[in-house]
């Protein structure tokens, strides 16, 4: 193991875990959940040496990957939510440190998100939640900028489909996306 290379990794692992961690915390409210998925990511990238990536790649990686590790955590979290009886719900409902509109707001921007197909759910993500601009996510996801531009298309048409259906929520997903810069 080259003294280079880790060194290399300790400087982007300083750079990097402020900004990974607060990707993580506009997924997961609980910031010591985020650490663990960040420092987790790290662990993983230093087992796979995919921190000889180049610098232009390895932080778009990195971040598409703490997004879907954020989402795998939000669906396990959420099996094992459902398995728990009423009363333990309950429970972890109230021990809960996220009101409940903020609950309310996360739950319908996670059906919204459902209803797109699954590419065109990324692209979403990628662009209005991790902020990344259309170039940058092609180049992640080996795609054009056309077809980017086409799955943001088919996004807002869904999300304007769903707020049609749902007009007593409009306000409230109003709300949602303009937080969202959508």
Same mark, same amino acid.
């Given at each position: 193991?080259?003294e /280079?290379?880790?060194?290399?990794?300790?400087e982007?692992?300083e750079?990097?875990?402020?900004m990974?961690?607060?990707?993580?915390?506009?997924y997961?409210a609980?910031?010591?959940?985020?650490?663990?998925?960040?420092?987790e990511?790290?662990?993983?990238v230093?087992d796979?040496?995919?921190?000889?990536?180049?610098?232009?790649e390895?932080l778009?990686?990195?971040k598409?990957?703490?997004?879907n590790?954020?989402?795998?955590?939000l669906?396990?979290?959420?099996?094992?939510e459902k398995?728990? =009886?009423?009363?333990r719900?309950l429970?972890?409902?109230a021990? /809960?440190?996220?009101?409940?509109?903020?609950?309310?707001?996360?739950?319908?921007?996670? =059906?919204?998100?459902?209803?797109?197909?699954?590419?065109?759910?990324?692209?979403?993500?990628?662009s209005?939640l991790?902020?990344?601009k259309y170039?940058?996510?092609?180049?992640?996801?080996?795609?054009?900028e056309?077809?980017?531009e086409?799955h943001?298309?088919?996004?807002?048409?869904?999300?304007? =489909?769903?707020?049609?259906?749902?007009p007593?929520?409009?306000?409230?997903?109003?709300l949602?996306?303009?937080?969202? /810069?959508?």
């Open positions: 193991m080259s /280079n290379r880790k060194e290399q990794f300790k982007r692992f750079r990097y875990y402020p990974l961690c607060k990707i993580a915390h506009g997961i609980d910031i010591d959940d985020c650490e663990d998925i960040v420092q990511l790290f662990v993983s230093w796979k040496q995919k921190d000889s990536l180049p610098e232009g390895l778009p990686y990195m598409v990957a703490v997004r590790n954020c989402l795998s955590f669906n396990n979290q959420r099996t094992y398995v728990s =009886t009423d009363d719900t429970e972890l409902a021990d /809960n440190s996220e009101t409940t509109a903020s609950k309310d707001y996360t739950q319908m921007l996670d =059906t919204i998100l459902q209803e797109m197909p699954p590419k065109c759910r990324e692209v979403f993500t990628m209005k991790q902020k990344l170039k940058e996510i092609a180049l992640h996801l080996n795609i054009s056309k077809t980017v086409s943001m298309g088919k996004a807002i048409k869904i999300i304007r =489909t769903y707020m049609a259906q749902h007593t929520i409009m306000a409230v997903l109003t949602i996306l303009i937080a969202a /810069n959508v």
